[in-house]
């Protein structure tokens, strides 16, 4: 049986809806993302399993309770917002320890669960100090610790990382995941960066306009995003428009003037004739020689990432992005004549109609 279930959830104010009809399974140890454009919803859902939204509509069951209804502090859950909320004349100790004090936990077990909660965040060496004597990512850790402290069902985390430079950001995602695993406790996380919710999640949920528009594991998103609007906003993609010609011997993709036949086994069985959107992801790109390759380009600009070399094309069919390992090579150059290759199966192609969020 599922751990966590949303059933049609909704939330209106007034006449807008901020969430629609949401529905999500999510099983006990799941760390979950909820991911998408600002303003999609993903507070507001956070907020209703929180308790501290009303949802207008719909069903909240934790562990077989139904607590659709049930004030905040009763349902245990465990909560960090963007800002921390940290009480500023409390010491570290005393703000980790302040939901077992009220949960009225007998001192010796509340010091002992205090100490191993900060030693879980690597903080038992400032138990003393006050927040404003804490850096932005120790007081982050001082929040995860006084959440995880009472042991909670689930972990609800709200942008928690967003306050930090990029280079602790990266760290305290890793370190995030590792404690997740540690303790196992269910985690649902609110984003709004991609390559966050790529990495530490186990399923990423991405919601558009009140709604998810698909649930998938972080590969599995990447590789098969349900929509144009996914290709782009989860990882870098080309977006082209072609037309579809399936027959009982084969499928040909019409790109501008490019034919292309297709692996039938590449193509959902489900997508018919006609105006099809393509998405095909810089990486999977190959550059040839200018002679060679399934097209031939120019090398508009070049872009240095480190690790990777992001160059623009134009080619018959549009501009491209196209992404190489930087190996320590001289890069190409501006102008340069190019032919460009790629596995037709790596191109996942959709109707032209589910364009609607396309980016
Ligand atoms: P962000 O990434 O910017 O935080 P979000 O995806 O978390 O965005 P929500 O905060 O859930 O988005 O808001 C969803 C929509 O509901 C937004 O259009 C927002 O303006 C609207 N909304 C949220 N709270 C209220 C409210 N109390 N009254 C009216 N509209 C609201």
Redesign the pocket.
């Known amino acids: 049986m599922s751990f966590l279930k949303l059933e049609n959830i909704g ?1 209106r ?2 006449v ?1 809806t ?2 629609d009809s949401l529905n999500l399974t999510i099983e006990q140890g799941e760390f979950i993302s ?1 991911l ?12 209703m399993i929180a308790g501290l ?1 009303d949802p207008s509509i719909g069903q909240i069951v934790l562990d077989g309770r139904d607590i659709t209804h049930t004030r905040p502090n009763h349902r245990g859950l465990g909560i960090v917002f963007q800002s921390y909320a940290l009480f500023p004349h409390m010491t570290v100790a005393a703000n980790v320890s302040f939901g077992l004090e009220m949960r009225k936990v007998p001192q010796p077990e509340r010091d002992k669960r205090v100490q191993h909660a900060l030693s879980l965040v690597h903080l038992d060496h400032l138990a003393h100090r006050y927040p404003r004597e804490l850096s932005g990512g120790q007081r982050q850790r001082v929040a995860l610790a006084r959440a995880l402290v009472i042991e909670p069902p689930v972990l609800l985390l709200d ?1 928690p990382l967003s306050n930090l430079d990029a280079k602790l950001r990266e760290e305290m995602q890793f370190e995030l995941r590792q404690i997740q695993r540690k303790v196992g406790t269910t985690t649902i996380m ?1 984003t ?1 960066d991609q390559a966050e919710a790529l990495s530490i999640s186990d399923r990423v949920v991405v ?1 558009e306009a ?1 709604r998810i528009t698909q649930v998938d594991a972080p590969f599995r998103m990447y590789e098969h995003p349900s929509t144009p609007f996914i290709s782009t906003f989860v990882g870098k993609a080309n977006v082209l428009q072609g037309q579809l010609s399936r027959s009982s011997s084969g499928a040909t993709l019409a790109l501008g003037d490019l034919r292309l036949v297709l692996p039938q086994h590449s193509i959902d069985p489900n997508l018919g004739n006609g105006a099809v959107q393509v998405t095909l992801r810089p990486e999977k790109l190959e550059l040839t020689a200018a002679d060679q390759g399934i097209l031939s380009g120019r090398i508009l600009e070049q872009f240095f990432l480190g690790s990777q070399w992001l160059y623009r094309l134009e080619s018959v069919v549009g501009e491209l992005i196209i992404t190489r390992p930087n190996k320590g090579e001289a890069p190409l150059r501006e102008g340069d004549q190019v032919g460009i290759s790629w596995p037709l199966e790596m191109m996942r192609l959709m109707p032209a109609a589910a364009a609607g969020g396309a980016a």
């Not at 600002?38 to 956070?46: A, E, F, Q, V």
């Open positions: 939330k104010y007034g807008f901020a969430v909820l998408g454009p600002s303003g999609c919803g993903k507070t507001t859902t956070l907020q939204t942008e609110v709004h919601m009140g």
